[in-house]
């Protein structure tokens, strides 16, 4: 299957610091991205829809001036948590959707931040 | 509403056995279907997709899709240990959204 790469894996931020996390589809397009959080034992939680060359669409409930959505190229999507604080602690997961082909859903690794 | 339902769980099968998943959906317009197996602290993965009525294997793995039911499972046959996990059902209206369901946590007892 198609590789979703995400990065970091792990990070741990002081609280009011700013953390910034990278998606990146190593071997196919995706001009649609997607961002969740997931807390223990719950299920995802879409975040926002990233699309490349404009501006992200936010679920409702996300505040999109805190958590920063940039899609600057069909490959790469990025996260920003801004000014962090401890109840943003969670695990961040990334999906990118394949342009072509049937359009299948691949998800990167995850990232686990913990703000102290 | 979108909405796309699974049970819980969690289910409990002996190892060996069949284990059966089920995922019903709300929109009649929905056109593709997904199933992810997420271990726990990991991201989900993708096993099986399915876009038309009946049935689609892959090694252990079966999906069905009855759209006229609005509905869509999976077996996992000669089940394993190794197949714990949280099992997602996605339904795609657009391709360009896709919802989830919350999971069924299945157990393979050894």
């Known amino acids: 299957g198609a590789v979703v790469s995400q990065h970091p894996s792990r990070v741990i931020c002081k609280s009011g610091t700013s953390v910034k996390i990278e998606c990146r589809s190593l071997?196919?397009?995706?001009?649609?991205m997607f961002w969740y959080r997931q807390f223990p034992k719950q299920s995802l939680m879409l975040m926002a829809t990233?699309?490349?060359?404009?501006?992200?669409?936010?679920e409702q409930g996300v505040e999109k001036d805190k958590f920063l959505i940039n899609h600057a190229s069909l490959t790469l999507s990025t996260l920003t948590v801004t000014s962090a604080h401890p109840e943003d602690s969670s695990f961040y997961i990334c999906?990118?959707?394949?342009?072509?082909?049937?359009?299948?859903?691949?998800f990167g690794e995850g990232s686990r931040l913990t703000v102290l | 509403q979108k909405e796309v339902e699974q049970n819980s769980g969690p289910l409990s099968v002996p190892e060996g056995a069949i284990a059966s998943l089920n995922c019903t959906y709300s929109?009649?317009?929905?056109?593709?279907f997904f199933w992810y197996r997420q271990y726990s602290g990991k991201s989900p993965e993708l096993i099986m997709s399915?876009?038309?009525?009946g049935d689609k294997e892959d090694g252990r793995f079966t999906a069905q899709l009855n759209k006229a039911s609005q509905y869509v499972s999976l077996l996992i046959r000669d089940s394993q240990p190794s197949d714990s996990a949280t099992y997602l059902c996605?339904?795609?209206?657009?391709?360009?959204?896709?919802?989830f369901g919350t999971g069924t946590s299945l157990t393979v007892i050894p």
């Open positions: 999906s990118a959707r394949q342009d072509r082909g049937n359009g299948e859903l691949f």
């Open positions: 071997d196919f397009q995706a001009t649609t």
């Open positions: 990233s699309n490349e060359g404009s501006k992200a669409t936010y």
């Open positions: 929109d009649r317009g929905s056109q593709s």
């Open positions: 399915i876009y038309s009525n």
């Open positions: 996605a339904v795609s209206f657009t391709g360009n959204q896709f919802y």
